[in-house]
């Protein structure tokens, strides 16, 4: 029997779930928890592994304190229309990956900290310059 590979839409909502409940400093067990569920069963979610349900879908962002909406942005399909009726760009991928992660929410949260501008742009000049060294053929 063949494994059939996650649904690009489930992933994404996936990891939309995930970077939310990270940036709450919430486990996949209080998650779990919370929405009747094992840490596994989220887990499943996370990975796109399983599908969320409508009502489910409703459920983890009310917990998560964000519009059903922000499960969606920028996410495979176009994204979402706003207010406006003009859709966003979304966002490149690997924005959303990097902010899926415990490191880039941990830099994100900090750098916003920064209240000096001439600081935040040392900041941003600096890790280009080791982004660069690190990585001279991706410019």
Avoid: H
Avoid at 53 to 64: F, P, T, Y
Avoid at 103 to 114: C, H, N, P
Avoid at 127 to 137: H, S, T, Y
């Amino acid at each position: 029997m063949s494994t059939k590979a996650p649904n690009p839409v489930d992933k994404y909502v996936g990891s939309r779930v995930r970077m939310r409940r990270i940036m709450l400093g919430m486990s996949q067990e209080k998650l779990g928890e919370a929405l009747g569920l094992t840490f596994q069963q989220v887990q499943k979610y996370e990975k796109g592994t399983n599908r969320v349900g409508a009502s489910r879908i409703q459920q983890i962002s009310e917990i998560l304190q964000v519009p059903v909406s922000f499960l969606f942005e920028g996410g495979p399909g176009g994204g979402l229309a706003n207010s406006n009726g003009f859709s966003e760009a979304p966002s490149p991928a690997y924005v959303s990956d990097f902010l899926a992660t415990s490191e880039g929410l941990a830099l994100t949260r900090a750098f916003t900290r920064i209240t000096d501008a001439k600081l935040r742009r040392s900041i941003v000049d600096m890790v280009e310059q080791i982004a660069a060294r690190e990585a001279p053929d991706r410019r």
